[in-house]
T-cell receptor, first 114, second 113 residues
Framework: EAQVTQNPRYLITVTGKKLTVTCSQN?????MSWYRQDPGLGLRQIYY???????DKGDVPEGYKVSRKEKRNFPLILESPSPNQTSLYFC?????????????FGSGTQLSVL | GQQVMQIPQYQHVQEGEDFTTYCNSS?????IQWYKQRPGGHPVFLIQ?????EVKKQKRLTFQFGEAKKNSSLHITATQTTDVGTYFC?????????????FGSGTQVVVTP
């Protein structure tokens, strides 16, 4: 089944403890992206990747890191999480970032930083 | 930079009624996409509009792209409980930030039986 898989689904951590949220897609998509969703603010883009080894900042990249060593994986790293990073995170992918490509989203990761 | 605004933020609808949600951009969009997120779920692609003045229909849903390509609307007729969720529009970045996709803040729809 074609899908974007995120893990974990729920995560509670403490301030300053490094964490990684994994994202994997099995559709051979070139483009991958991370979003955070907060009430009243919609989905805000954190980072995106047009292809392997190519990453770029979205609108809210501060406090986050990403890497794209393989086409299928695009992990989101929080080196020193803070409470303002408590949010619902979504990974998404599309065939390319071309004109007509739709995004496929993972199921989301609810992160709480205490 | 580009901003995509959506109104209303909340929409309470009686089952069987119609409603419309609007998306406005501060800049001209090359295309616009619409997504639906059910409660507790993830966004799911609904449709993409590309041409000025384009109108597309999916059963009871009608999507429209403005003539100036700076606004879009989603109209739902005869609302059903299955229409509950949050509807987002999304527009691409400019040519020098092609990978960016900016989402509106969404319209949360609640349907009363």
């Amino acid at each position: 089944e074609a899908q974007v898989t995120q893990n974990p689904r729920y995560l509670i951590t403490v301030t300053g403890k490094k964490l990684t949220v994994t994202c994997s897609q099995n559709m051979n998509h070139e483009y991958m992206s991370w979003y955070r969703q907060d009430p009243g603010l919609g989905l805000r883009q954190i980072y995106y990747s047009m292809n392997v080894e190519v990453t770029d900042k979205g609108d809210v990249p501060e406090g986050y890191k990403v890497s794209r060593k393989e086409k299928r994986n695009f992990p989101l790293i929080l080196e020193s999480p803070s409470p303002n990073q408590t949010s619902l995170y979504f990974c998404a992918s599309s065939l390319s970032r071309g004109f007509h490509e739709k995004l496929f989203f993972g199921s989301g990761t609810q992160l709480s930083v205490l | 930079g580009q901003q995509v605004m959506q109104i209303p933020q909340y929409q309470h609808v009686q089952e069987g009624e119609d409603f419309t949600t609007y998306c406005n951009s501060s800049t001209t969009l090359s295309n616009i996409q619409w997504y639906k997120q059910r409660p507790g779920g993830h966004p799911v692609f609904l449709i993409q509009l590309v041409k000025s003045g384009e109108v597309k229909k999916q059963k009871r849903l009608t999507f429209q792209f403005g003539e100036a390509k700076k606004n879009s609307s989603l109209h739902i007729t005869a609302t059903q409980t299955t229409d509950v969720g949050t509807y987002f529009c999304a527009g691409p970045g400019t040519t020098d930030s092609w990978g960016k996709l900016q989402f509106g803040s969404g319209t949360q729809v609640v349907v009363t039986p």
